[in-house]
């Protein structure tokens, strides 16, 4: 169905950074895309292709019906990773958000509350799905499928006095759900203590604090969280996007009170966490770990971030660069999806969120030279664009 304004171009192999059109014609583009936020490892890395290889030749489903090892191996070392104590699988970063909201009004049902509500925010992006389009803050992406799922309250982002005031005036509330970064909103990152002044908020009435990391998640921000920034725990958090590196999976992630709110028949998936899905995310987990991909990340992103604002900083038309790790955004003063074409005209895949952010989201594993080169383009990209819009 026509569901994307796709770009008239197809890619038939990657390697690393790099994306082929043709094996014969030897045509490459350098990704800062990554498959919006999925392939951190980069195209066909070795040790995800050996693990995924190797496990189709062993097992790919058997549904969770029965004991899954691989499963348990993936939640023990997520739970590790993110400090939760318990997982759910699924196969996609709107499926994780639904799991949470699910729990979240078992939550509050087990609070005695009323009609539970869930508190998001403007501008947020949580998938595709009725709820989590419900939860998205952006009126278009609502336009024409209303009528929306009740018992969500929407909060202006970045604003604890907002969300304090909402909370003195509302009984109802059981959980809030946000992503400590928003990325498909603009790239908007919140106060460096926006997270803990939530979190003891959420303590003080006793609500959860849930954390959308579809996209922030997996070292995407020079952490394995995002939120691991800060010096605060949220007693849930969502990650699929990065996860597989490209293999399809989502996670929920939760502590153990809440956890223990589903027992057997709550939810469920057929596909969520089978054998070779769990075999990818385990192979992208340990090359992250063995590779330092984290501390890669957060060096190059934060070298990308101080080139562009040296660079950038002479126009006009540049509003802000900011970034944390190798999830970039570079806000102009004026819509701008024209420079994806720009940019592919020289062989850059980058992407615009909403209107006039640009956003750069390239592998974990790119080097100085790739960080050099995407600069190059977009900076010498995005003189080219403002210089033709001002005639
Ligand atoms: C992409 C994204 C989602 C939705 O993930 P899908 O896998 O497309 O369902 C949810 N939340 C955030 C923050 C995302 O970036």
Redesign the pocket.
Known sequence: MNTYARKPISFERGEGVWLYTDSDKDERYLDALSG??VCGLGHAHPAVAKAVADQATKLVHTSNVYQIALQEKLGAKLCQLSGMDAAFFCN??????EAAIKLARVYGHHKNLKIPAIMVMEN??????MA?LTATGNRKAHAGFEPLVPGFIRAPYNDIDAVSSILENNDNVAAILL?PI???GGLNIPDSDYLSKLRALCDQHKILMML?????GNGRTGKWFCFQHENMQPDLV?T??GLGNGV?I?VCLAKKEIAELFTPGSHGSTFGGNPLACRASLATLETIESENLCENAAQLGKYMLESFREKLSTSEYVREVRGKGLMIGIELTIPCGGLVDLCLESKLLINVTADQVIRLLPPLIIEQAHADTIVEIVVSCVHKFTESYKK
Do not use: M
């Open positions: 919006i936020a996609s970063g709107a499926e994780a958000n947020s992006f949580h998938g595709r799905t989590t992503e928003q990325g498909e959308d990391e579809v996209q922030s969502v699929a996007k399809p989502g």
